[in-house]
């Protein structure tokens, strides 16, 4: 009996492989796995024209021969011949997505590169249509020095047409010299993409053209990463400038509400809760919601409009140089809102170590908790002027150092992650290749709900857990009662119990009140804020000093160097309990928990007390 000829579907995940293999098999199937890994390994028989049998296999989708997860070794091994137990495939059978052909021809030029009897599969050509673009078949056949069918898997068209090349598929010189240029690299196997794709149109409407030429200028190797910086300038400035009428309001509310309360209740132990405990402490985070808002009204239109995953192809580059894969964006910058999510979502990840850096770095990026405390301190500290070139004073000066806080953070993740990279975590970097999805314009709708979710988790947060351990510290700062003359936050047990800590951050220039608020905001950053503002009301000499805001008692209270290291200490301090317990669920243990909070603190004190130094020396 002859052995059965073989053929095997490769291309890039959701080119619609297994749909054609069902249409080319149809019930003639076989599922099971690849001996030793889990991987599905789905074999089936098609007929030939001439009657002839062949068996097909349907592989796991590639983004390239560099294998970053088991499915795409499986996909390497088999192709080359070198999975134990497993023939080799005679004719290879590329499926390509006519709607994102510039992007599925990167990884297919290294399946035409082996020079194998190959042929190529153009299917989706109805998506490609819908989106009004017509390509040549004939055009692309001729750049790829292969077979071109056009086809449509889910109904069948093109089906026949394929069955013949298959048949008459055979060994061939490469006519594309390029493409056979050995160990090309993926910058060149993209550029060679592109140019293809381009030599393939036939026609395109308007609306794939805008598109197309709005990927040309976003994606620039130069222009894209300048556009991206620009935006997220704009971001940070707009947090600052549009958010200010709406926190005066909120501000003068709480000022309202506490003179009431002083007016209708007598003098006690509730009154002083609410007033300094309730309005001055949680209120004081409140406050901060319309900034919070604004960062987010950026974040999801970025999301909706199809720019954010254009962002992550720009930053590809950049995470690559850092010995990370791209895939460790979309985590990163999750955690941008919190980096509990953004944990969670390196799950995607199948590298185990290229995982684990991204969970060791993700909470240096400035999670939305971090917000309210460089908020305050930028308010208090910040002159809220214009800097700029003469005659073009109109960068926000506060807004700016906001801007230069979110990138310290990611300037220290992108420095964490090179060291762990070549020590605990040693690894390389492995390629990415994103789908890009359609622009669009954001649906106001959709933004809106985003925005009330957001808001909500906010208030949420603010509600239970600031509220509670701001009360709970409202309670040890009250008691015992100090004798009169003494200091109220000095006599109490809150004050008794952070006089140890604060001789430990005293060389880095943090104060009492600093050292008391630390503690608390390791249940979340943000309870550093209303703990500043619980303390000084309890301290306060009267009513009339216990209401005025946090940022005008700061400025007249810190030195500009305590605020610095301040700051500086919130970029990296890891100042959050449930970031340290999903850590250790998404790790298994204790191990990686412990050395993320020591490595981070470590980070938060020696850069706070740079700092600190830095200021003081320079006289600030
Ligand atoms: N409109 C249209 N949809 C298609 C076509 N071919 C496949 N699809 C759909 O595209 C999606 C992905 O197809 P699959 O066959 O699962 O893709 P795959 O290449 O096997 O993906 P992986 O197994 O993840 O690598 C499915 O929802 C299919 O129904 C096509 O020609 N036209
Ligand atoms: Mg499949």
Not at 424 to 430: C, D, E, H, L
């Amino acid at each position: 009996m002859s052995r059965l000829r073989t053929a095997a579907l490769v291309g890039n995940p959701n080119a619609g492989k297994s749909a054609l293999f069902n249409a080319l098999t149809g019930a003639r199937q076989k599922i099971a796995n690849y001996p030793g890994v889990t991987v599905e390994r789905k074999a089936g028989r098609m007929i030939l024209p001439s009657g002839e049998p062949v068996e097909l296999v349907d592989l796991p989708g590639a983004y390239s021969f560099d294998p970053s997860s088991p499915d795409e070794e499986v996909t390497r091994k088999v192709v080359h011949g070198e999975f134990a137990g497993e023939a080799t495939p005679e004719v290879l059978i590329v499926v390509l997505d006519a709607a994102n052909l510039e992007q599925h021809l990167v990884f297919a030029q290294e399946v035409i590169a082996l020079g194998r009897p190959t042929v190529v599969a153009l299917n989706m050509i109805d998506l490609a249509e819908r989106d009004g673009l017509v390509l040549d078949p004939a055009a692309l056949s001729e750049a790829l020095g292969v077979p071109v069918v056009p086809t449509v898997a889910v109904r069948r068209r093109g089906l026949e047409e394929l069955t013949a090349a298959i048949a008459s598929a055979e060994e061939r010189a490469l006519v594309n010299e390029a493409l056979h240029q050995p160990r090309r690299t993926l910058a060149e196997r993209r550029f060679t993409a592109a140019s293809i794709a381009r030599g393939a149109i036939l026609s395109e409407s308007a609306q794939h053209r805008l598109h197309a030429g709005l990927d040309r200028v976003l994606l620039h190797p130069w222009f894209g990463p300048l556009i991206l910086f620009g935006f997220l300038f704009v971001m940070f400035q707009a947090v600052f400038a549009w958010a200010t009428p709406f926190a005066d309001a909120l501000e003068s509310l709480a000022g309202m509400m506490a003179d009431t309360i002083n007016d209708t209740m007598g003098a006690g132990f509730l009154r002083d809760l609410i007033t300094q405990g309730v309005i001055a402490g949680v209120g004081s985070v409140v406050v901060f919601l319309p900034q919070i808002v604004i960062l987010f009204a950026f974040i999801l239109a970025m999301e909706a409009s199809g720019y954010m995953a254009r962002a992550a192809f720009l930053m590809d580059r950049m995470m690559q140089g850092v010995g990370l894969s791209g895939r460790s964006f979309i985590p990163l910058l999750s955690s941008f809102a919190c980096a509990i999510p953004g944990i969670m979502a390196t799950r995607s990840i199948a590298d185990p170590k290229d995982r684990l850096t991204t969970i060791l770095i993700a909470p240096l990026m400035t999670c939305s908790a971090r917000l309210p405390v460089y908020a305050v301190i930028i308010a208090a500290f910040i002159p809220h002027t214009t800097v700029g070139p003469k005659g073009f004073e109109v960068i926000g000066l506060q807004g700016l150092v906001l801007f230069g806080l979110y990138v310290a953070g990611i300037i220290g993740a992108m420095g964490a992650a090179l060291v762990l990279r070549r020590t605990v975590t040693k690894g390389g970097a492995s390629g990415f290749i994103m789908e890009l999805p359609r622009y669009q314009m954001p649906l106001l709708k959709d933004l809106a709900i985003g925005l009330w979710q957001r808001a909500w988790i906010f208030l949420r947060r603010a509600g239970t857990i600031i509220f509670t351990v701001t009360v709970a510290l409202w309670v040890l700062l009250s008691f015992p009662r100090a004798a009169p003359g003494e200091s109220q936050v000095e006599a109490s047990i809150a004050g008794q119990l952070s006089k140890g800590l604060a001789v430990v951050v005293e060389p880095i220039g943090f104060n009492r009140e600093i050292a008391l608020a630390l503690i608390p905001a390791m249940a979340a950053r943000e309870v550093a804020v209303s703990s500043l503002a619980t303390t000084y009301a309890v301290d306060a000499p009267d009513e009339d000093a216990a209401a005025q805001g946090l940022a005008t008692q700061l400025s007249s209270k810190w030195s500009l160097p305590t605020a610095l290291a301040f700051l500086a200490w919130f970029v990296f301090a890891p100042q959050c309990l449930s970031t340290i317990a999903v850590t250790r669920r998404e790790t298994n243990g204790w191990k990686w928990p412990l050395f993320m909070l020591a490595y981070l603190f470590a980070l938060a004190y020696v850069f706070a007390g740079l700092t600190f130094w830095i200021a003081t020396a320079l006289g600030l």
